[in-house]
C-alpha cells in the first residue's frame, strides 16, 4: 500500500504561529516557511519574539484550543485511511498541536519538541532530526513504499524531491513559482483525485 505524506499547517490545520499573532497582537509572528525558508532562522527569530514580550506557554493555551482544523480536512483524513497509509510530517510541536489533533481522529504524526522552564518559557525549540521531512520520506522509500507528498511551502519541497508524486496544496505563488514541476490544487476533491489518479498509474504499471 502507498503512503501519503502530509504536511499539518495549511493542509490540514490553520497557522499555528498566525494565530498566537492574532491573539497576542504581534505581528512579527505571522511570518512562516512560506516566507522564511530557513527553519532554524525562523524559530530563532520567533523565540526572540517571544521572549522579548514575556510570552509563556499558558498564555498560548487558549488559542491552541480554540484552533480547529480546516474545513472539510477531517472528512478528507476519512477518506485517505482506508485508501493508503498516512503520516503528517510537520514542523510544528507537539506541545502545540494536541487540541486539534483530537479533532481529526489523532492521526500519526512527526514533529519537534518545545523545551520550557518551570514558568513556562520557551527556552528553546528540539529538532526531531535534521531535514525530517525529506528524511521520513526517504525511509519509507527505503523500506520499499511508494510515497506521495502533500505540502504548501518551502520546507516541504525536501520530501517533494524524494517522493514518487508530490503536490502542493493552496500554496503561495511565491513557492509554487520556484518549484513549477510539482501541481498545484485548490481543495480537497482534487487532492484527491490528483493522489487517486498517481496511485493508479503507479499500479498499472
Known sequence: MDFVCLDFEGVLAPEIWIAIAEKTGIPELRVTTREIADYDVLMKMRLGILDKNKLTMPAFQPVLQSIEPLPGARDFLDWLRPRFQVVIL????????????????????????????????????????????????????????????????????????????????????????????????????????????????????
Not at 102 to 124: N, Q, V, Y
Not at 141 to 168: E, I, P, Q, Y
Not at 174 to 203: D, G, I
Open 90 to 205: 510537520s514542523d510544528t510541536f507537539y506541545e502545540f498541536v494536541g487540541p486539534v489533533l483530537s479533532k481529526l481522529g489523532w492521526p500519526t504524526m512527526f514533529c519537534h519538541r518545545l523545551e520550557t522552564d518551570a514558568a513556562g518559557k520557551i527556552t528553546d525549540y528540539k529538532p526531531r532530526m535534521p531535514d525530517h521531512k525529506r528524511a521520513a520520506a526517504t525511509a519509507l522509500k527505503a523500506l520499499n513504499f511508494r510515497v506521495s507528498a502533500v505540502g504548501d511551502s518551502f520546507n516541504d519541497t525536501g520530501m517533494f524531491s524524494v517522493a514518487d508524486n508530490a503536490f502542493f496544496f493552496r500554496a503561495p505563488e511565491n513557492v509554487t513559482k520556484q518549484f513549477p514541476q510539482y501541481p498545484r490544487v485548490e481543495s480537497y476533491e482534487e487532492l484527491k483525485k490528483a493522489l487517486a489518479e498517481a496511485a493508479a498509474r503507479r499500479n498499472a504499471k
